[in-house]
């Protein structure tokens, strides 16, 4: 444990050389004391999915003691609109295994994830990281087993065109320096976000460059590691505080916007999952992909149409979800195929040792690395709710294993060509189509919301407020109407440039 300890990133870790889950109060106040913490910011996310912030200056031991125990009171009717102003009172209570240390802060600050709790002191039923904490728990109890997720941040810098080197256009991906510009941004946002506690896989640039009206467009990802579904959330949401946040500092725009001009790369949200079973990744099975892998699979096909309400939340959002643009339209997997709602990554599925082949001296041991296969969710993009997004996602894993015969919906929506050829489109035109609008991924939800309220997972108030948020964007056949005006695409852009 000390050795792991000792790598771990984040520095409170770091000091009380404990792993994050079994942090307790003691751990903190100490950390605090020793290291002259003058300040506690309480951290949980809003309606609008951006993370809040509530500040404490430390008075003494027993405030800050008062603190870490019985966490405070907040208005959860501005937060939350759910909640009736006539009694919106809510605790938000400190989640000890969260805690960082703020880069951003001159104050030396401690941050602290929160949860929502209602006035009989229970969790706040509507909170989304409670309905993410449920939808796991129902999971869990249901299927025997863990959901673990890892997302890919994708996400555009745009600055000053000073006519310096550039990629070509559309051709930036793992392009690096003088022809990626923002490299250096992007590795010292990985190193915050890491301090934070987000577990990072890798950093580089995307295949989305351009110049238009003097600036310079730079798509760069950042790519986590699975972890826990629940943890999996809150380091997200803490990278994208933490990306924003820099490129503020930097004095340069960022956005996480499905789609910021026409003809160009959108920025995707895509979620790789795992089923796990004490500690064993349950996805692979004799170098194959398993039965359970393709019983998930099997309830994200039938789920997708609803999926959208979660993960593609305003209109921009779907004129990314065209074709020939590495984003999907039809309902359908496959292996190793980016024009699919769900991808199954190249893996490790045969033992082999390519690294001895690559280095000689290295010992020939057969290696078998497939627990690090996952399956990827293509749909969601940077509009998404997180929390939500992932508990629609952990609940579609579970009606999976719910449905009647799973292995016959995975056999039918699976696909090995690229559904975009021409010479396959009488294939396509078998498969279901994802929603084209907020309106009909709303629609779609109220058609699909039993299986989202089953085991009390989503209340009903969460599923008729995300239902009547996107239906008032009435934006049904609005990708036809103004595809080919810039204008009216560029105005809507602008509109939902800083969602998520």
Known sequence: MSNHITMNPNPVLQYLNKPAHLLTKDDLIRYIVDNDIEMINFRYVGWDGRLKILNFIIGSLEHLNTILTAGERVDGSSLLPFVEAGSSDLYVIPRYKTAFRNPFSEIPALDIMCSYYDRNGEPLDGAPENILKKAHDSFKAQTGMEFETMGELEYYIISDDDGQFKADDQRGYHESSPFSRWGDFRTEAMKLIAESGGMIKYGHSEVGNFTKNGKVYEQNEIEFLPTNVEDSADQLVKAKWIIRTLAEQYGVMVTFAPKITVGKAGSGLHIHTRVMKEGKNMMIEGGQLSQIAKTAIAGYMEL??????????NPTSYFRLVPHQEAPTNICWGDRNRSVLVRVPLGWTVPSNMIHKVNPQEKGDIIDMSGKQTVELRSPDGSADLYLL??????????????????????ETYVDINIFDEENKQRQQQLAQLPASCVESARNLQNQREHYIKFGVFPDSVIDKTIAKLTKFNDEGLISRIKDDDDQVMALVKQYFNCG
Do not use: I
């Open 304 to 313: 997708a149409p609803s999926l959208t309400a979660f993960g593609n939340q």
């Open 390 to 411: 992932l508990a629609g996602l952990t609940v579609a894993a579970r009606h999976g294993f719910e449905m009647s015969d799973p292995l016959k919906v995975a056999r």
